[in-house]
């Protein structure tokens, strides 16, 4: 009840006001388990998809949406219960991917669309990185379901880091067919068939988005920009303190 009212509010209100346009409904079976697997530019990905389909999706997101105190967090926690999102604890060194696991069987079990990131986090500069081979492929050949790929177009750049109000504009969404991997079924232990299936899903999303394929994880990849930007301030610091002193 709670996610239909929060769907017809927000997800009309996203389509009223970005008319976000879709190829590739029809892969969506109409009932029975899926799993979403996209690409991952924007915090708004997770509401973006779930807007255009008529069936509920459900994504995962950390806990402390839901566990914030005051008013404040009692609203935050209606608001991602509402839009479909499952509460995952991220302590632990496996505590987030276990979980994660968790849910989505759980999900997949229920009959429900599943939907995940295996790039596990959002892209730093627009580009595909490489998917992790734990929730997706462990989810897929744990439970049969059938994988769909989908593709987000230009959702980051509706609100880019540092900007407050969104700019209206088309985002676009590609679902590609389902992706059957039950010759895989029970196989969920086997890291090398779990990286095969996850490799063949990003190569599909890949020819959806058309985004650059980079063949390392996203979260490496911000920290080499974080690296990065922290040595470019350092230079400039000595720069500006070697000018000052010969000044």
């Known amino acids: 009840m709670i996610y239909g009212a929060m769907k017809f509010s927000i997800g009309g209100s996203l389509k009223l006001a970005f008319r976000p346009w879709v190829e590739g409904l029809e892969n969506i079976p109409a009932q029975g388990p899926a799993i979403l697997a996209s690409n991952h ?27 914030a105190p005051g008013v404040k967090g009692r609203l935050t926690a209606a608001f991602f219960k509402g839009v ?16 994660a696991i968790k849910a989505g069987i759980e999900v997949i079990e229920s009959g429900g669309l599943f939907g995940i990131y295996p790039e596990g986090t959002r892209s730093p500069d627009g580009r595909l990185y490489r ?11 744990a439970t049969g379901a059938p994988v769909i790929p989908v593709a987000m177009i230009d959702t980051e750049k509706i609100q880019p880091p540092g900007q407050v109000m969104p700019k209206l ?22 890291r090398f068939i779990l990286r095969s299936v996850t490799d063949e ?3 599909e999303i ?3 988005s058309g985004q650059e394929y980079v063949d390392i994880y996203a979260t490496a990849a911000k920290r ?6 922290k040595r470019h301030a350092e230079a400039e610091k000595h720069k500006n303190t070697g000018s000052a002193t010969q000044g």
Do not use: C, N
């Open 206 to 208: 890949m020819k959806l």
């Open 41 to 67: 530019l924007s915090f708004s990905d997770s509401f973006f998809l779930p807007a255009v389909l008529d069936r509920k999706v459900t994504f995962i997101a950390k806990s402390e949406y839901f566990t």
């Open 131 to 141: 998917g992790k081979p734990g929730g997706l492929a462990r989810v897929a050949l």
């Open 201 to 203: 899903v990003m190569y």
């Open 84 to 99: 479909g999102q499952l509460p995952v604890d991220r302590s632990g060194a496996r505590g987030a991917g276990e979980a």
């Open 224 to 229: 080499q920009i974080a690296d990065e930007a």
């Open 169 to 190: 504009m088309r985002p676009g969404i590609r679902i590609g067919k389902p992706l059957d991997f039950s010759r895989y079924h029970g196989m969920d232990g086997d």
